[in-house]
């Protein structure tokens, strides 16, 4: 990985506003998806990860205990740039995430994704998640990854 690559834990809220318009997969982060991860981020053990090359945006990842199932976290949101890809940091973040998770003794991680989200798939699947029937969602595929 390139050695001006770092990942820092975004500690205040309003450092949020940088996913402004940004594009992930089949949608654009719009004020109501941040508004929605300011929310979760003030969860308790939440973990918010940005990745940069020097100033430039890389990468973004979050997970937070807003999950239905009790000791699960909720891996929420995974952003790479597209200047990014295929260079292992969705990896990377998704893995510190998971990290996060065992650390604060979860039984576990949760993450769901769109049917035609293929990249994210395989790296869930590389990180060891297996689809999971979720009885409350079924607008994609959910992965669970037990510890």
């Given amino acids: 990985m390139n050695n001006n690559i770092t990942i820092s834990a975004i500690t205040d809220e309003n450092e949020i506003t ?8 089949n ?9 929605s991860l300011k929310e979760h981020f003030k969860l308790k053990d939440s973990l918010y ?22 000791n699960f976290f909720f891996l929420r949101e995974i952003l790479v740039d597209p200047n990014f890809l295929k260079i292992g940091i969705g990896k990377e973040l998704m893995s510190q995430c ?5 650390n604060k003794k979860a039984l576990g991680v949760v993450t769901e994704t769109a049917f035609d989200n293929f990249p994210m798939q395989k790296l869930c699947e590389k990180l060891g998640f297996v689809k999971w029937e979720n009885p ?3 607008k994609g595929i959910t992965y669970k990854l037990i510890f």
């Fill in 18 to 25: 940088f996913l402004k318009d940004k594009q992930s997969f």
């Fill in 27 to 35: 949608y654009t982060y719009d004020k109501a998806t941040r508004v």
């Fill in 49 to 70: 990860l940005l990745e940069k090359n020097k100033d430039e945006f890389v990468g973004f990842c979050s997970i937070d205990r807003g999950w239905w199932e009790n």
């Fill in 98 to 102: 998971i990290e996060h998770a065992k």
């Fill in 136 to 138: 409350q969602w079924d």
